[in-house]
């Protein structure tokens, strides 16, 4: 892996930053770190009892889900305690359900109404009980990835769907309600707001320079070094420009692709080590804080995708968001990007 080198870093004074896909704003303020936080902590990667007799994930327990939509076999040289080694199993709470009909929207300027309609589902990452995904082997991300791209690929042909939301909850502050580690992807009818402005933005630059945004970003970050904090042959990871929470980073392949899916396979076990490398380092550097990591990629809707490119972002909970970041979506974060990167720079693991 390559590391760029570490530049010393001077105090900076407040600065605005706008991420240039969304457009969200975010106030970069490292004087607030020193700021007297009476009754906060680090915010809990597991706050809920956790008893592995009653996990519905773990072998044995198979007819506790709905059946699998995916099943990868139990490699027979390895552990034989279960049949399996991941399943994918349509999720028995679902937010959105594929049997309520054609969406119909009957909207004015006061109300939009539609059946939530949709695919929900749960990727169950390995038999083991494990409540962090660092300790899942390479192997096991490795599977994660092809998995997530199986599913893409099979939800894709069935025609219906607008786009995926692909993503994991680490953590009770996170969202996650069991600890067996676990990802999920909801196939959805419509475009969310953040990805039709994300692609309206990324469209206007191809046409205004004839490059992709996410493309140009990469070389100027690959060439200054300052936000890179990791580098395979074929990915990067990035400190986010204007982070939303501190240390928030992005991963994306430095070839252009616009569709996980459509993503080599044969590069998941590059892309699952550079990944274990930066989880354990983001655990080192800010002690096992809980985290969303999520999929970004190309809608299967729309008129074309080149000028989209997919990337993993990952959002540690080291803070809460407040009053300025829920009412007017403007980001306080305390760690600048490049002290970020500087510092997850100096924890990374070597390869194993």
Known sequence: MFRASDDLLMPQPPQFRRDPFRSHWTILAPERSARPQVGLGMLPRQSFPDDPA??????????????????????????RTAAWRLRVVPNKYPAVRPDLGTPYCQADESQAEAPAMGRSEVVIETPRHLDDPKRLTLAELADLFRAYQDRL????QEGTWTCAAVFKNVGAEAGASLPH??????????????????SAVCRTYLERTGRCLTCALLERELHKGHRLIARSEHFAVLAANAPRFPYELWLAPLRHQARFEHQDPTAFQELAQIWHQ???????????????????TAPWQGDGVDHLHWRVELLPRLTRPAGLEWGFGCYIVAVTPEEAAATLRQHLPPLP
Do not use: K
């Not at 709905?66 to 027979?76: K, R, W």
């Not at 930066?278 to 970004?296: E, K, S, T």
């Open 54 to 79: 009653l996990c519905p994930f773990c072998p044995g327990r198979e007819d506790q889900t709905p059946p699998a939509v995916l099943t990868y076999p139990a490699d027979p040289s390895g552990d």
């Open 153 to 156: 690929l099979a939800l894709a």
């Open 278 to 296: 930066v989880l354990a380092a983001l655990d080192d550097a800010c002690h096992q804080p809980a985290y969303n990591w999520i999929l970004q």
């Open 181 to 198: 580690t676990h990802s999920q992807i909801i196939a959805l009818p419509l475009l969310p707001r953040p990805l039709a402005q994300e």
